[in-house]
Structures are given as C-alpha cells and as structure tokens.
T-cell receptor, first 115, second 107 residues
C-alpha cells in the first residue's frame, strides 16, 4: 500500500537553528499538508499546499515557517529559527483530488526536539 | 470553527471487552475520520465516513449526521489495540482534530 514517508523520524536541534523536515507524499496525490502535535495536546493544522502554492495556513504558520516542493517528489517544512515551543511531532499528509471522498494518508511523523 | 469532542478521554478495559469511543462535532462536515496513534507517534487512518456504518475486521465506525455524532467500536479487544484513537472532521476549514481517547487493553 502506498505510504507517505517522513524523514528524519527524530531531530534534535538547538534553539535558533534552522530545521528542514522532509516528506515524500504519495506519488499521484495533489494536496499536501503539515500538522503539528505538541506533546499531550491535539493535532493542529499548519498548512496545506496545492499546485505549488500554499492554499491555506493557520495562525501557527507564521513567518518562521515555510514550505516547498523543490523537486516534484519531496515536500518540505522549514522552520527558520527554532524556538523551544516548536518542540512537537510534525506530521505530513497527502490526499488525492478529493480528500472528502478518498481521505488523507499520514506519514509516521518527525519528532522535533528544540533544546 | 468546528469543535470536536471525544469521550472518554481515557479508557482501560480487559482483553475481550467491547469498546466504544464517542465523537461529537458542532458544525456540518463533509467527512469524519477515525485515526489511530500508537505510542511511537505515527498516525494511521482507520476509517473515513460521511454516512452510515463501516466495518474493518474487529473495528466498526458509525456516524449520525443529524445528531453530529460518531462512534468507534472495537469488538473482542486485544492488548495490541492499545493506542490513542483520534476523531477528526473535514469541514469548511479543513481537518479539525479531537483530543483523542487513550485506550489501554489489559491482558
């Protein structure tokens, strides 16, 4: 069964450093998403991406965040200057043209720890 | 903005018991999802529903659109079912998640 692959599975970084979280969505999917789950809290939407541009973003997705699909297969989330409160599990997801009909496929997540 | 509420927050049961987890939401949706999150953190999609009932193995999910309510049932529960079960809804503002139900099945 097709999978969404995320790397790395765990990343530790120092406060103020830049991190890039990588995702390989399912190849024929068109919509891509990033979600965040702070430990002990619910999953929160960050951003959706379609046709090489952001289609929607939440209040959390401020100027320190950016997304990119650099080469047609990878979908990346960059955090420019990490803060302690960015420590969370970050999930990538993808969907085909109609998520309401076909649903979402989630990656296994990247656990980001900012120290 | 949709509010998604799950109950119970925590549930401990004995192996073999029938388990029910409930989810209610406040605003009309196009689909409801039940997700499973294992201790390692990864999320797996179990069901997507827009009406009626779906069954997959020992798992059954139902939804009542009029009452804005869904239930996830596990029959003949097993310790490997121990996980966090998350309800999420697809609405006008994308996917909104509940806080999850932490299920522990004891042998």
């Amino acid at each position: 069964e097709p999978e969404v692959t995320q790397t790395p599975s765990h990343q530790v970084t120092q406060m103020g450093q830049e991190v890039i979280l990588r995702c390989v969505p399912i190849s024929n999917h068109l919509y891509f998403y990033w979600y965040r789950q702070i430990l002990g809290q619910k999953v929160e939407f960050l951003v959706s991406f379609y046709n090489n541009e952001i289609s929607e973003k939440s209040e959390i997705f401020d100027d320190q965040f950016s997304v990119e699909r650099p080469d047609g297969s990878n979908f990346t989330l960059k955090i420019r200057s990490t803060k302690l409160e960015d420590s969370a599990m970050y999930f990538c997801a993808s969907s085909s043209s109609n998520a309401a009909t076909y649903g979402y496929t989630f990656g296994s997540g990247t656990r980001l720890t900012v120290v | 903005k949709n509010e998604v509420e799950q109950s119970p927050q925590n549930l401990t049961a004995q192996e073999g018991e029938f388990i029910t987890i409930n989810c209610s939401y406040s605003v009309g949706i196009s689909a409801l999802h039940w997700l499973q999150q294992h201790p390692g953190g990864g999320i797996v999609s179990l069901f997507m529903l827009s009406s009626g009932k779906k069954k997959h193995g020992r798992l059954i999910a139902t939804i009542n659109i009029q009452e804005k309510h869904s239930s996830l049932h596990i029959t003949a529960s097993h310790p490997r079912d121990s996980a966090v079960y998350i309800c999420a809804v697809t609405g006008a503002d994308g996917l909104t998640f509940g806080k999850g139900t932490h299920l522990i099945i004891q042998p």
